[in-house]
């Protein structure tokens, strides 16, 4: 075990960090396409509670919460696919909430931006882990 974490299986920090991560996207999704002056806390729900529901079902499975994975400079490749992964099931809960139809090019786009903003919190998590 890292004598790090503390016997920690699931850092809180890197929790919460995952959670911000995702509303910082989600702003930055509704500020990009010019809605976040009109966008509302429900309307934004829409997005932010299927994105992050679809990431804490799928980032597991990569062990993104483990110390030794999450830490890891090399293992940032596992954060992105995770993203890529959890968002056909974000775009699809999303749908439902709505009412609609997934549109294929939201969750291509919602994928991508997601999996890249989770790489910046997640090399930066990586980056202060390491200086420890």
Aim: aromatic residues 10%; positive net charge; contains cysteine.
């Amino acid at each position: 075990m890292d004598k790090r974490d503390g016997g920690s299986r699931f850092p809180p920090w890197l929790v919460c960090g995952d959670i911000l991560a995702i509303a910082i996207l989600t702003v930055i999704g509704f500020a990009s396409h010019g809605e976040l002056q009109t966008a509302y806390l429900a309307r934004m729900s829409t997005t932010f509670l299927p994105l992050l529901a679809g990431w804490f079902l799928v980032a597991p499975w990569f062990g993104l919460f483990r110390n030794g994975i999450a830490d890891e400079p090399r293992q940032l490749w596992r954060p992105c696919l995770a993203m890529l992964l959890a968002a056909p099931l974000a775009g699809t809960l999303r749908a439902a909430m709505l009412g609609s139809v997934v549109l294929p090019l939201f969750v291509g786009i919602l994928g991508g931006s997601a999996a890249l903003g989770m790489l910046a919190w997640r090399a930066t998590w990586s980056l202060i882990r390491k200086k420890r």
